[in-house]
């Protein structure tokens, strides 16, 4: 099949040859092309603190006559509608191969893209493919992710040492990045974190209880000390915010 028309990219406009992807607000498919997966970041979250973030996306595309082009776009928002959109940093090259699998890399700058903590959440990826025949594809939602602030936690248990059977106190606190202040700002008022505990020698960590977040998204609570181990504060993480946990915190317990 054979297409005269030009290709429009969500993120610009794209030309190859005399072939490109049409903007649209559905998805548009000419041929034998075809996109068969869309990998953001292995899957996982893409968790962004206050530096630049490099996001890899991994588009597999197949045709009988191989594959000139492989790109995506990701974006915030409706396709029709985004909030703010990030081009790759350059579209995969020609290959003879009927499936390949393009590895693309996104650039997230905190400050500028994305602007702000109200464009952490759900994104997606646009992502097309065209072949040496023209046959082509363009699908607006190929994949949907997630991008989630980065989140600090500590922690810090005294006396040490305790006397068996005393009280230990933990304190510590939850931080997120503030993308458009490029610092880290304190977790919101009552937000659960859990007091975790490990036995010397032992690799299972136990929640001993939970606890809220004061205004300034500090934490504190008292435990009796019974035996050696060590403590930590986790944040089990939200749509918006990265899970973390603080650094482990032992205790001589004599």
Known sequence: MRMS??????????????LALPAAHADQRYGDTDITDVVVNGG?????????????????????????QINATLYHGTFAEQDVSVP????????????????????????????DDSLAGAWS???????????AVFLDAAATFTVQ????????????????????TVKGGVRHADWAAGAYAPAAAGRPVALQFRVADC?????????????????STTVPALVDGSYRLSWAGTADTAAAVSAADFVDVR
Do not use: H, M, Y
């Open 5 to 18: 028309s030009v290709v429009v990219a969500a993120s610009g406009i794209l030309a190859l040859s005399a």
């Open 203 to 219: 690799d299972s960590w136990i929640t001993v209880k939970t606890v809220r977040t004061a205004a300034d998204g500090t934490v």
């Open 88 to 115: 790759s940093a350059a579209a995969c090259e020609p290959t003879t191969d009927t499936i390949s699998t393009c590895t693309l890399t996104f650039t997230l700058t905190p400050g500028t893209v994305p602007a």
């Open 125 to 135: 990826v646009s992502a097309w493919a065209i072949a040496p025949d023209s046959d």
């Open 149 to 168: 602030r980065d989140t600090q936690v500590t922690a810090d248990a005294t006396p040490e040492p305790v006397k068996f059977g005393k009280n230990l």
């Open 44 to 68: 996982q979250p893409v968790v962004v603190g206050t530096a630049e973030r490099t996001v890899s996306v991994e588009v597999t595309a197949t045709d009988p006559s191989g594959l000139e």
